[in-house]
């Protein structure tokens, strides 16, 4: 095992996988360079610093700058996929996929389908999602409810160094097209991860990371922690949480969740995208209809408000889920009789 930075297993894994696969190539804004850096030992590989030292190792075919269009990304992507290439394309933003969502939602997505299952198309769609660092509502935003929303889609996303490595590996040998959505408040976090250059994670396989037996709490991402912090202190008040870290949303883990469900009875789902048609509402739903029997409370879903993401820190924060409110919606499950 090693300890290691979220953004270091990200470029890791890739470089991994490229030394492993001559077929594995990297395409992005800035990927090469980045703030105008063109190569080079100086070159911070891109702005999350994902993509450091690429371009030196494996050269211009595999490691390719691009325009800033996302939709040409994703286009160049989908040809390279479909040419028995295998892309990582990374979007600076998750907040972009607007300008490349035909690419995705009527091509990528549905190659296999349209082809009769004669056709594979093995993307990964890497991009940087969430909010936490002041960047206004156009650089702050949860897009996974969208993509989870796509048959055709894999949606990933990974909370800890291990499981970047285990399922960023998966994503890249994987032969349908995957989203890969990296927290930018994630990149610096740092963790344990094995050393096995093979080491992959299912994926539909969600991770118990608190067992209790209480209350059920769901959740991925940023916000894993602060859910988390409140089993841990609710554990020394004799109260036991069940926290599943989702890890995809595409597929879903339903029996991980259902089985929690039917021992605690209580569910909350803490989610940063907005709670209309949003992941928590439809892990609601799940709940309300296969474990409905089980239930001893309304499921309560942890979200922001409606609204799009403000600028300013303080209404930053107010907007955000945090410790206090994934806190508060547990005792109101617990208190309902």
Same mark, same amino acid.
Not at 199 to 226: E, K, N
Not at 243 to 255: A, G
Not at 274 to 282: E, F, H, S, V
């Given at each position: 095992?090693?300890?290691?930075?979220?953004?270091?297993?990200?470029?890791?894994?890739?470089?991994?996988?490229?030394?492993?696969?001559?077929?594995?190539v990297?395409?992005?804004?800035?990927?090469?360079?980045g703030?105008?850096?063109?190569?080079?030992?100086?070159?911070i590989?891109?702005i999350?610093?994902?993509?450091?030292?690429?371009?030196?190792?494996?050269?211009?075919?595999?490691?390719?700058?691009t325009?800033?269009?996302?939709?040409?990304?994703i286009g160049?992507? #989908?040809?390279l @996929?479909l040419? &028995?290439?295998? !892309?990582?394309?990374?979007?600076?933003?998750?907040? =972009?996929?607007?300008?490349? /969502?035909?690419?995705?939602?009527?091509?990528?997505?549905?190659?296999?389908?349209?082809?009769?299952g004669?056709?594979?198309c093995?993307?990964v769609?890497?991009?940087?999602?969430?909010?936490?660092y002041n960047?206004?509502?156009?650089?702050?935003?949860?897009?996974?409810?969208?993509?989870?929303?796509?048959?055709?889609?894999?949606?990933?996303m990974?909370?800890?160094?291990a499981?970047v490595?285990?399922?960023?590996?998966?994503?890249i040998?994987?032969?349908?097209?995957?989203?890969?959505?990296?927290h930018? #408040?994630l990149? @610096?976090?740092? &963790?344990?991860? !094995?050393?096995?250059?093979?080491?992959?994670?299912? =994926?539909?396989?969600?991770? /118990?990371?608190?067992?209790?037996?209480?209350?059920?709490?769901?959740?991925?991402?940023?916000?894993?922690g602060?859910?988390?912090?409140?089993a841990?202190?609710?554990?020394?008040?004799g109260?036991?949480?069940?926290?599943?870290?989702?890890?995809?949303?595409?597929?879903?883990?339903?029996e991980?969740?259902?089985?929690?469900?039917?021992?605690?009875?209580?569910?909350?789902?803490v989610?940063?995208?907005?709670?209309?048609?949003?992941?928590?509402?439809?892990?609601?739903?799940?709940?309300?209809?296969?474990?409905?029997?089980?239930?001893?409370?309304?499921?309560?879903?942890?979200?922001?408000?409606?609204?799009?993401?403000?600028?300013?820190?303080?209404l930053?924060?107010?907007?955000?889920?945090?410790?206090?409110?994934?806190?508060?919606?547990?005792?109101?499950?617990?208190?309902?009789r």
């Amino acid at each position: 095992m090693s300890n290691m930075m979220y953004r270091a297993a990200v470029l890791s894994t890739i470089m991994e996988e490229m030394e492993r696969d001559p077929n594995v190539v990297v395409l992005g804004e800035d990927v090469v360079g980045g703030m105008g850096t063109e190569g080079g030992p100086e070159a911070i590989g891109g702005i999350w610093s994902t993509s450091t030292g690429l371009y030196d190792r494996f050269g211009a075919t595999r490691v390719i700058d691009t325009p800033i269009s996302e939709s040409a990304i994703i286009g160049a992507a #989908a040809g390279l @996929a479909l040419s &028995g290439k295998r !892309p990582i394309a990374e979007l600076m933003f998750a907040d =972009f996929i607007g300008v490349s /969502l035909d690419q995705i939602w009527n091509q990528i997505a549905k190659f296999r389908y349209m082809f009769g299952g004669k056709t594979r198309c093995p993307a990964v769609i890497r991009m940087a999602y969430g909010a936490g660092y002041n960047a206004a509502a156009q650089h702050s935003q949860s897009v996974h409810q969208i993509l989870t929303g796509m048959p055709g889609l894999k949606v990933v996303m990974p909370t800890t160094p291990a499981d970047v490595k285990g399922l960023l590996r998966t994503a890249i040998r994987d032969d349908d097209p995957v989203i890969f959505l990296e927290h930018k #408040a994630l990149y @610096a976090t740092t &963790g344990e991860v !094995p050393d096995d250059r093979d080491f992959m994670i299912p =994926f539909g396989h969600a991770r /118990l990371s608190r067992a209790g037996g209480d209350v059920t709490i769901i959740s991925s991402g940023l916000l894993l922690g602060m859910c988390e912090a409140v089993a841990d202190k609710l554990k020394g008040e004799g109260i036991g949480c069940d926290v599943i870290d989702l890890r995809t949303t595409s597929p879903l883990d339903e029996e991980t969740i259902l089985d929690s469900v039917e021992v605690t009875g209580r569910v909350v789902v803490v989610d940063e995208a907005p709670p209309r048609c949003g992941l928590g509402a439809d892990l609601c739903a799940l709940v309300a209809e296969k474990a409905f029997s089980s239930l001893k409370a309304p499921p309560l879903q942890v979200t922001p408000p409606h609204t799009p993401i403000p600028f300013a820190r303080e209404l930053e924060s107010a907007y955000l889920p945090s410790v206090d409110k994934i806190e508060a919606a547990v005792r109101r499950v617990l208190a309902w009789r």
